[in-house]
Nanobody, 119 residues
Framework: QVQLVESGGGLVQPGGSLRLSCAAS????????MGWYRQAPGKERELVAK???????RYDDSVKGRFTISRDNAKNTVYLQMNSLKVEDTAVYYCNLKDGWGSLVRSHWGQGTQVTVSS
């Protein structure tokens, strides 16, 4: 079993900042990537940002230049620094971890943390 515990969500005004954290624990195999996805009401879950085991990053175009993903390998923790937040960033943010060994690839999800951007 792999557990992902997210924290850092909340209510913030437009232009403000939040930092999300996701700590992974349990029977983790080799980590391929960790990332953040979000789902707004009535919309599908979408990738926000992800970071590979080698440190490569990928961002959705809507957050480039505003969000930064980072990872503490020793703590199996991934962070998402969100700056210049916009109303349209409002969503439930989910942490995702992909691990595996050889041809085995597993995907794990956190419980989600609400981010609300509103004045």
């Amino acid at each position: 079993q792999v557990q992902l515990v997210e924290s850092g969500g909340g209510l913030v005004q437009p232009g403000g900042s939040l930092r999300l954290s996701c700590a992974a624990s349990g029977s983790i195999l080799s980590i391929f990537e960790m990332g953040w996805y979000r789902q707004a009401p009535g919309k599908e879950r979408e990738l926000v940002a992800k970071i590979t085991g080698a440190g490569g990053t990928r961002y959705d175009d809507s957050v480039k230049g505003r969000f930064t993903i980072s990872r503490d390998n020793a703590k199996n923790t991934v962070y998402l620094q969100m700056n210049s937040l916009k109303v349209e960033d409002t969503a439930v943010y989910y942490c995702n971890l992909k691990d595996g060994w050889g041809s085995l690839v597993r995907s794990h999800w956190g419980q989600g943390t609400q981010v609300t951007v509103s004045s």
